[in-house]
């Protein structure tokens, strides 16, 4: 049998198997689901994706298959067709490895939830929707995937709506989103108009593509990936469960829009600007979330805002014209940052819910796996040499030190990776070590397999993943054969530095005097004060100039010249002309009898 079709078979076959426990209930009434059912066929879908990922390494094969051709308008055709090719053809186990360790967590985290099955079966759609835009080789089906993870953020993150936060959040969420959309959709109106076409390998244009069509694809990405402008939406979403903060940050939502921008590269190649727009808002992103996670005090804070600095560094490497090495570091993240998001659920369980990290110390004991992989998670994070973070992360500090591109980007990347260093550290110490100060009477129990049993496995992902992946990862360029050792280290080097500052300053803070209040640290505990600056102002702009449209146009507009004022000063005008003829002058009696004869001599021809 040719391989080709063989990928095709496994890969649809991967599809259906996903999505059996959402089609199978509603073909069949009397099938009810259960977390496990949900959890076991995501387990199983893994497996099968192995297969045509062992194809791909050990063959090359690659396919495209379409399924249907929807003929909008005689001149413009939209197949439904799907790309089996390196990148989805490694994605799609990655996704689901680390979706089902996050669901078999899930199982013990929201165990008493009243509608868990519900709450596992969004989560799947969730995962499915990110898989159609992975395997999606037609804008139109990724645009299907692209909402797809959309709403479904916003049903997850708002999954608790009788809190107000929660609902706030989704609603963020939405709002960010949507003005990400209207970049990709505008992007698509102009490929429809000048390529006429939407498929993806159909839109490697040789000339240099226009700079506009390609600002709407990086503001939808801006706001998927949550670069800065449109990132107060990523550390709000912390509102959502735990197991949902995982899915989200790790190989959902977050990273599709950086994959939108690793799809449609051949657009990119020609056009500098671009690139160097995606560089400049990369570096800035990856250093505003680190400068905000210094002084971040809740756990899922501090990683969710380390989720934005890693997308800032994806975006950086898409400035460098390295889309392959872009999705190097979106494929290892996944799995620490999935494992890391685990830790804090499993510390936020056992302490009752408790989230600030200065409530915390000392677990390292009392909970010795969950801290454990903690700790390898954030070493991962920071680039310690042999973890799966360093594989990436080196290569794209070695290529961008080594570009002639733009020495601010370089620096504030290496800022940012030195901050990384510094608030992972300054979690890790609170977190794990020192006194306790937790209430003495917290019931602490991490042996139930559905912890340990996801936690230690994301653990040996994290270890391994890099180094297997890079193994058969084929370079776009070639990297330099003589580089400087100065430069080689650099990443290592400002990594130890921040680490320093990090002991450094967590011996200075064991006292339990408050912070001293500094320009630099309100700017990182408020966020930048970019939360205030947006919503505040544009909130109270928006609602006073409704007030004054409401006021201005309806009350004095509608209510007052049109209505009663308007009909008295009508009265009063009418009143008035009729007073005016009886002046007693001849001239205007005769004047409105000869204007009547003439009227009625006309009407009578």
């Given at each position: 049998m040719d391989?080709?079709?063989v990928l095709?078979?496994s890969?649809?076959?991967?599809?259906t198997?996903?999505?059996t426990?959402?089609i199978?209930?509603?073909?069949l009434?009397?099938?009810?689901n259960?977390?496990?059912?949900?959890?076991?066929?995501?387990?199983t879908?893994?497996l099968?994706?192995?297969i045509?990922m062992?194809?791909?390494?050990?063959?090359?094969?690659?396919?495209?298959?379409?399924?249907?051709?929807?003929?909008?308008?005689?001149?413009?055709?939209?197949?439904?067709?799907?790309k089996?090719?390196?990148?989805?053809?490694?994605?799609?186990?990655?996704a689901l490895?680390?979706?089902?360790s996050?669901l078999q967590f899930?199982?013990?985290?929201?165990?008493s939830?009243?509608y868990?099955?519900?709450?596992?079966?969004?989560?799947?759609?969730?995962?499915i929707?990110?898989l159609?835009?992975?395997?999606?080789n037609?804008l139109?089906?990724?645009f299907?995937?692209?909402?797809?993870?959309?709403i479904?953020?916003?049903?997850?993150?708002?999954?608790?709506?009788?809190r107000?936060e929660?609902n706030?959040?989704a609603?963020?969420?939405?709002l960010?989103?949507?003005?990400?959309?209207i970049?990709?959709?505008?992007?698509?109106?102009?490929?429809?108009?000048?390529?006429?076409t939407?498929e993806?390998?159909?839109?490697s244009?040789p000339?240099?593509?226009p700079?506009?069509?390609?600002?709407?694809?990086?503001?939808?990405?801006?706001?998927?990936?949550?670069?800065?402008?449109?990132?107060?939406?990523?550390p709000?979403a912390?509102?959502?469960?735990?197991p949902?903060?995982?899915?989200?940050?790790?190989s959902?939502?977050?990273v599709?829009?950086?994959?939108?921008?690793?799809?449609?590269?051949?657009?990119?190649?020609?056009?500098?600007?671009?690139?160097?727009?995606?560089?400049c808002?990369g570096?800035l992103?990856?250093?505003f979330?680190?400068?905000?996670?210094?002084?971040?005090?809740d756990?899922?804070k501090?990683?969710?805002?380390?989720?934005?600095?890693?997308?800032?560094?994806?975006?950086v490497?898409?400035?460098?014209n390295?889309p392959?090495?872009?999705f190097?570091?979106?494929?290892t993240?996944?799995?620490?940052?999935?494992?890391?998001?685990l830790?804090?659920?499993?510390?936020?369980?056992?302490?009752?819910?408790?989230q600030d990290?200065?409530?915390?110390?000392?677990l390292?004991?009392?909970?010795?796996?969950t801290?454990?992989?903690?700790t390898?998670?954030?070493?991962?994070?920071?680039?310690?040499?042999?973890?799966?973070?360093?594989?990436?992360k080196?290569?794209?500090?070695e290529?961008?030190?080594?570009?002639?591109?733009?020495?601010?980007?370089?620096?504030l990347t290496?800022?940012?990776?030195?901050?990384t260093?510094i608030?992972?550290?300054?979690?890790?110490v609170?977190?794990?070590?020192?006194?306790t100060?937790?209430p003495?009477?917290?019931?602490?129990?991490?042996n139930n397999?559905?912890?340990?049993?996801?936690?230690?496995?994301?653990?040996?992902?994290?270890i391994?993943?890099?180094?297997?992946i890079?193994?058969?990862?084929?370079?776009?360029?070639?990297p330099?054969?003589?580089?400087p050792?100065?430069?080689?280290?650099?990443?290592l080097?400002?990594?130890a530095?921040?680490?320093?500052?990090?002991?450094?300053?967590s011996?200075?803070s064991?006292?339990?005097?408050?912070?001293?209040q500094t320009?630099?640290y309100?700017?990182s505990?408020?966020?930048?004060?970019?939360n205030?600056?947006?919503?505040r102002?544009s909130m109270?702009?928006?609602?006073a100039?409704?007030q004054?449209?409401?006021?201005?146009l309806?009350?004095?507009?509608w209510?007052?010249?049109?209505g009663p004022?308007?009909?008295?000063?009508l009265?009063m005008?009418?009143?008035k002309?009729?007073?005016?003829?009886?002046?007693?002058l001849?001239?205007?009696?005769?004047g409105?009898?000869?204007?009547?004869?003439f009227?009625?001599?006309?009407?009578?021809?």
């Open positions: 391989l080709s079709l095709a078979i890969m649809l076959l991967v599809l198997t996903l999505s426990p959402i199978l209930p509603l073909l009434p009397n099938i009810n259960n977390p496990m059912t949900i959890a076991n066929t995501v387990k879908s893994f099968m994706s192995l045509p062992s194809i791909h390494i050990y063959s090359g094969t690659e396919n495209l298959i379409t399924l249907w051709e929807w003929k909008f308008i005689m001149t413009f055709k939209i197949p439904i067709s799907l089996m090719d390196f990148y989805s053809l490694t994605f799609f186990p990655i490895f680390v979706s089902w996050i899930a199982t013990w985290y929201m165990a939830d009243p868990i099955t519900k709450f596992f079966s969004h989560l799947l759609l969730f995962l929707a990110m159609i835009l992975i395997v999606a037609n139109f089906v990724l299907i995937g692209w909402e797809g993870v959309g479904m953020s916003f049903l997850l993150i708002s999954w608790w709506h009788g107000a929660a706030t959040a609603l963020q969420a939405v960010y989103n949507r003005i990400g959309d970049g990709l959709i505008l992007c698509m109106a102009w490929l429809a108009y000048t390529s006429n939407w993806l390998q159909q839109l244009h000339s240099q593509t700079t506009l069509p390609l600002l709407g694809l990086i503001l939808a990405a801006t706001g998927k990936s949550a670069q800065f402008g449109l990132h107060p939406w990523l709000a912390m509102e959502g469960p735990t949902v903060s995982a899915l989200l940050h790790s959902t939502m977050v599709a829009g950086i994959f939108l921008l690793i799809r449609t590269h051949p657009l990119f190649n020609t056009n500098q600007t671009a690139l160097t727009l995606c560089l808002l570096a992103s990856t250093l979330a680190a400068t905000c996670a210094l002084t971040q005090n756990i899922k501090i990683i969710a805002f380390s989720t934005s600095s890693q997308l800032g560094l994806m975006m490497t898409i400035g460098l390295l392959q090495l872009a190097l570091h979106i494929s993240h996944a799995f620490f940052k999935a494992m890391l998001f830790c804090s659920g499993s510390i936020i369980h056992n302490l009752n819910g408790e990290i200065r409530k915390m110390g000392g390292q004991k009392m909970m010795p796996t801290t454990s992989c903690l390898i998670g954030n070493l991962a994070l920071m680039g310690t040499p042999f973890l799966a973070g360093f594989y990436s080196d290569q794209i500090i290529s961008l030190n080594t570009s002639y591109l733009n020495a601010w980007a370089l620096l290496l800022l940012a990776t030195t901050f260093a608030y992972t550290i300054r979690m890790t609170l977190v794990q070590t020192g006194f100060r937790i003495p009477l917290t019931p602490m129990n991490e397999p559905a912890i340990t049993r996801p936690l230690t496995r994301l653990a040996l992902g994290s391994t993943a890099g180094l297997l890079t193994s058969y990862i084929p370079p776009t360029k070639t330099p054969t003589t580089m050792l100065s430069i080689k280290i650099t990443a080097v400002i990594t530095l921040g680490i320093a500052i990090a002991l450094e300053i011996k200075m064991q006292t339990l005097i408050l912070t001293k320009p630099t309100n700017f505990i408020s966020l930048g004060y970019f205030p600056l947006m919503h102002f109270k702009n928006s609602l100039s409704g004054n449209i409401a006021s201005h309806v009350d004095l507009s209510y007052k010249l049109l004022e308007g009909l008295a000063n009265q005008t009418a009143a002309t009729a007073t005016t003829l009886h002046s007693g001849i001239k205007a009696y005769l409105s009898f000869a204007l009547s004869i009227i009625i001599l006309m009407s009578t021809q």
